[in-house]
Structures are given as structure tokens and as C-alpha cells.
């Protein structure tokens, strides 16, 4: 397998988003303007030549969109191999080629957010304990914040006091949501649109800043959904599953 780096170069022809397959769709320039931002910020996108999800992403923890305490470590965004890339040993190329690049950047080692059970959109955690990540701190309600060190005295990471227990002020539904990884913001609209024919309480946050990011009340930013201040998950809402949850919830 050959891999790619997207550059600021090469971002504008390649395809970044396993959420949208269409690399013309408008919804693309969002995601493609938010990568854009991060590579200033030090974000590696390291991908399959071919077109699928098989791609790892990490950036310096400092700079991380998320709550964590991670100092000198790289966090990884994200870490995907999935459908007929797997089985090939395609996970242990991007894994080790991020750990090669994180030793020479003279780093501390890697963090990552995993869950004692695989969950969407977060990494194996089986796998990542096999790699030797060890558990650093947990957050409500299934969130564990995994760690590679390289130096048996680094400090340990951990998860900001705000995203230990996410709970919020506010009624009815709440969505937060990044143009991150995976990209959520495509059906956002759908179920506010939703929410307001069949009249219900509904408030969309669009998490915009790496500052708003690293103070969420959640441990997972890129998508959460609150109902009446409580954290329901991280599954991303289409209208069909929208109207589920709210025959569940009542």
C-alpha cells in the first residue's frame, strides 16, 4: 500500500471525508477550509493512495480539539481502517509511521480517545492496548483517554475537569458538532428542520474555535447530543434515527 500526506498542495484534489462521498459536494469546501486551518496548526492527514477509509490523523495535543491536558504529546484525531483495507496490516503502517513522526518531532508520545468497548467513530481500544496505550483518565459516560508514552516518566494526560462529567444547562435537545472528523455538520440541518415540524425543543452549537473545543463540556467534541442537560452519545443523527431517540427518550 502507498500512502499520501495532504498538503495544502495537494488538498484541493484529493478526498478527505469518509462521510461524504462525493469530493464536488458543497459540504466539502467546509471540511476542506477547517483541514486547511489545522495543517498551520500542525495536523498530519496521512492517507491510502486509494480512495476509502484508511487514514490516520494527529495533531500536537496543544492544539487538539478537545479538553485534554496533553503537553508535549500529539493527539490523534482520528485513526480509521475499515471495509477491504483491513486485514492487510494497513493499521500497523499508519500507526507506526505516526509514532516514527512523533519521536521525531521530540515528543512525549500520543494520546488518543477510545472507550473500554468499541463505540462509533473512536478507535479499537483492543487494538490500541495491544499497540501498549495505557489508560490515562476517564470521562462519563465511556470515554477513556489512551496514552503511548515514550519515557516511562512522562507526565500522564488527562481530561479537563469541565469534560469529566458532561452535563449542561439547557432543555430539549442540544447537538455540538466540528467540521472535524468525521464531518456531522451535513445533518445538522436535517434534524433541526425536524425537530421543528414535529415541535420539538431543538439547539444546534457549532464548536468553531480550538478555545470553545478545549472547554466543551463533553470529552468527545466532534458530535454530542444532550437531552434536558443530560449526554445521550456521540452517534451522529440522520432524521430517521433523530425521531428513534425521541420515541426512546418519551
Not at 73 to 100: E, R
Not at 170 to 179: A, E, H, I, M, R
Request: charged content about 25%; overall charge positive.
Amino acid at each position: 500500500m502507498e500512502y499520501i500526506k495532504i498538503t495544502k498542495e495537494n488538498l484541493e484534489n484529493e478526498h478527505i471525508c469518509c462521510a461524504i462521498s462525493n469530493n464536488k459536494d458543497v459540504q466539502v469546501a467546509s471540511k476542506k477550509a477547517w483541514l486547511a486551518e489545522r495543517l498551520n496548526d500542525g495536523l498530519v492527514f496521512l492517507k491510502s493512495v486509494e480512495r476509502g477509509k484508511c487514514f490516520i490523523e494527529y495533531i500536537p495535543a496543544e492544539n487538539a480539539w478537545f479538553p485534554i491536558e496533553a503537553d508535549g504529546y500529539l493527539h490523534i484525531n482520528c485513526f480509521w481502517v475499515s471495509g477491504s483495507f483491513k486485514g492487510h496490516g494497513y493499521s500497523n503502517d499508519l500507526l507506526s509511521a505516526c509514532i516514527a513522526d512523533t519521536k521525531a518531532q521530540g515528543k512525549k508520545g500520543l494520546t488518543i480517545i477510545a472507550s473500554p468497548k468499541k463505540m462509533p467513530f473512536l478507535s479499537d481500544p483492543k487494538y490500541l492496548a495491544y499497540k501498549g496505550f495505557k489508560v490515562a483518565d476517564n470521562a462519563e459516560p465511556y470515554f477513556t483517554l489512551l496514552y503511548l508514552p515514550f519515557d516511562d516518566n512522562s507526565p500522564v494526560p488527562k481530561f479537563k475537569h469541565c469534560a469529566k462529567t458532561p452535563t449542561i444547562n439547557k432543555q430539549g435537545f442540544v447537538v455540538y458538532y466540528t467540521y472535524g472528523c468525521p464531518y456531522p455538520a451535513k445533518y445538522v440541518p436535517e434534524i433541526e428542520n425536524t425537530a421543528k415540524k414535529i415541535g420539538v425543543p431543538f439547539e444546534s452549537i457549532h464548536i468553531d474555535s480550538k478555545e470553545k473545543a478545549q472547554n466543551a463540556p463533553m470529552a468527545w467534541t466532534n458530535y454530542a447530543v444532550f437531552y434536558n442537560g443530560k449526554y445521550i452519545n456521540n452517534e451522529i443523527l440522520n432524521e430517521k434515527r433523530f425521531l428513534q431517540l425521541i420515541e426512546k427518550l418519551n
